[in-house]
């Protein structure tokens, strides 16, 4: 695209012939636009009127800045550009520059295809952007009073660093999300409790204005808030970008962010919004229980004590920490009214930044499991639409391994394991640690297999689903004895498939029968010592 911006000679010269500037400052001044204080209504501009408003010095004039001499430079612009818009004629896009900057700027947007804001433009999409007194017409981008459309164009000519925010209510999975986004981009997570705590036990300066309004009871203000975070960023480990978590929580607090990023040519990436439920969330936290001196926490549902009977309504009798056997016990704010409250306030609050933030906004469905959330969080910020020097992290190996009795899998595997560095899960493995660590599918299986029954193919699974999330299964995993029916295998695709993943390879160690029978057959061992021969 070439991008026309055409104004009238005539404008162009109230515009141009208009400006003063301050020398030693630079501050710039229209007698129209921007005019100083001591120029009075009506009057001529001249050097005795004229006075910067911070030190009352003469303003001057350009010596271009004349009539004559703007008259001379647009018969040279002219004379220049027409034959270069003649030769992009195909390309040329006009656009209508004597108009309010949110209405160039919408139109800019819309010729280069940016993005439309979900919500409709009001009367404010026309608004020209306002100038006080002694601010340039270079500082025109500091305005926050722009339009979703301008706020949009800026994002997509910004440069720079991933700048993150991640919205989430109370349960939301925050805690467990962030840690892997940092490890994926490489950019820190940064919280306002910490930056403020930082600050004040800094002694910045900033720091010290917070600790001082905070001893004398009173709130933080925004302005110190975002000079905090304007002054974390500029840490070396932020050279990539970072992650805003609990900031901001208001639309003046977001434009205020916006307006301090711009200072160096940057925006928003993206907003990240953890979306569940508040019935679930209901059931996350409301089950939570801690044990007070170590700080582990349990859930009567995910992680539940060996203390809670199968089926039994939680409670401080039958809450009780595993290592000890000490009292469990939930936090006052971890009960349905209190979360009632919580999820209020967040509702409140929230709703206008997002909206704020709608053409960056990237909703993400946080009820399901932690990897799938954290596949979809990655993925998104891994798209053509944000830049970073981090390559998305492969897919994971998922592989299956069959052969017969005698075919060598207790050979192959540990091959694989060590040349790939992926786990080898085997069912009875998995079934026998999810009985050992207590977990809620493990105690349904062992509740089955004391009563002689079999393990159904869906606890199998389910049991499977939460052993791949584990931290070894990063890079992929080695399915061995499993599945073995078609059954298990659509099973095991569809758990798969909710994180966008499907089995990758399926090695079959293939042996003739009698090749099996002559391995097999001539085997003897040592009782007591397992040694192991072979007649062959």
């Given amino acids: ?26 501050r710039s001044y229209h007698v129209k636009f921007a005019p100083p204080k001591s120029l009075k209504e009506g009057e001529t501009p001249s050097a005795e009127n004229m006075k910067d408003d911070e030190t009352g010095e003469a303003l001057y004039q350009r010596a271009d800045d004349t009539s004559e001499a703007l008259k001379a430079r647009l018969e040279g612009y002219h004379k220049q550009t027409v034959p270069i818009l003649e030769h992009y004629t195909t390309a040329v896009e006009t656009v209508n520059g004597d108009r309010p900057q949110g209405a160039i700027w919408d139109e800019v947007a819309k010729v280069l295809s940016i993005g439309t804001p979900s919500r409709p433009s009001t009367a404010g999409s026309s608004r020209s952007v306002k100038l006080l007194p002694g601010q340039g017409l270079d500082k025109v981008f500091d305005n926050a009073e722009t339009t979703p459309a301008m706020r949009t164009l800026r994002r997509s000519l910004a440069f720079g660093r991933n700048i993150l925010i991640l919205f989430g209510p109370p349960g ?22 910490d930056m403020l705590r930082a600050a004040v036990k800094a002694g910045t300066e900033v720091g010290k204005q917070a600790d001082e309004v905070m001893k004398s009871g009173g709130l933080v203000s ?15 480990d932020c050279a990539k970008g970072f992650i805003l978590d609990g900031f901001p929580r208001t639309v003046p607090q977001a434009e205020m962010l916006d307006k301090c990023l711009f200072e160096t040519g940057e925006m928003v990436s993206k907003v990240i919004q953890l979306d569940v439920p508040d019935a679930v969330l209901e ?33 401080e009798a039958n809450m009780r920490d595993d290592a000890t056997g000490e009292a469990l016990y939930q936090r006052a704010d971890d009960t349905a009214e209190a979360l009632c409250r919580r999820l209020g ?7 206008a930044v997002l909206d704020y933030y709608s053409t960056i906004l990237e909703p993400v469905d946080a009820s399901s499991t932690p990897r799938s959330v954290r596949s979809r969080v990655l993925e998104l910020l891994h798209s053509p639409h ?22 060598g899998k207790g050979t192959v595997a540990p091959v694989l394991v060590e040349s790939l560095g992926i786990p ?32 159904p193919d869906e606890l199998v699974c389910g049991v499977v689903r939460d052993r791949i999330q584990e931290a070894d299964c990063d890079k992929g995993f ?30 079959q160690l293939d042996v003739p029968d009698a090749v099996l029978e002559e391995r097999i057959c001539g085997r003897w061992m040592h009782k007591a010592a397992g040694r192991s021969y072979h007649v062959k």
Wanted: proline share 8%.
């Fill in 424 to 455: 080898q899960l085997s069912t009875g493995d998995m079934l026998r640690a999810a009985v050992g660590a207590g977990t809620e599918l493990g105690r349904q299986a062992e509740d089955l297999m004391k009563n002689g029954q079999l393990v």
């Fill in 345 to 351: 306030r967040y509702h409140e609050q929230t709703g």
């Fill in 1 to 26: 695209k070439v991008i026309q911006l055409d104004v009238p000679d005539a404008v162009l010269e109230e515009r141009i012939c208009g400006r003063w500037i301050h020398k030693d400052s630079g």
């Fill in 478 to 507: 080695i399915l061995d004895g499993f599945p073995r029916s078609v059954a298990q295998a659509e099973m095991l695709d569809a758990t798969l498939a909710e994180t966008g993943e499907k089995v990758s390879k399926v090695i």
């Fill in 222 to 236: 925004d302005e110190i808030v975002v000079g905090i975070i304007k002054d974390r960023i500029k840490e070396e």
């Fill in 172 to 193: 939301a999975g925050k805690g467990t999300i962030a840690p892997k986004i940092v490890s994926g981009l490489g950019i820190p997570q940064l919280s306002t409790g």
């Fill in 386 to 407: 944000t830049e970073n020097d981090t390559p998305p992290p492969p897919p994971r190996q998922v592989l299956v391994l069959f052969g017969p009795p005698g075919a």
């Fill in 283 to 315: 059931e996350r936290i409301c089950g939570r229980w801690i044990h007070k001196d170590s700080g582990r926490s349990y859930h009567v549902k995910f992680a539940p004590p060996k203390s809670l009977p199968a089926g039994a309504g939680p409670c």
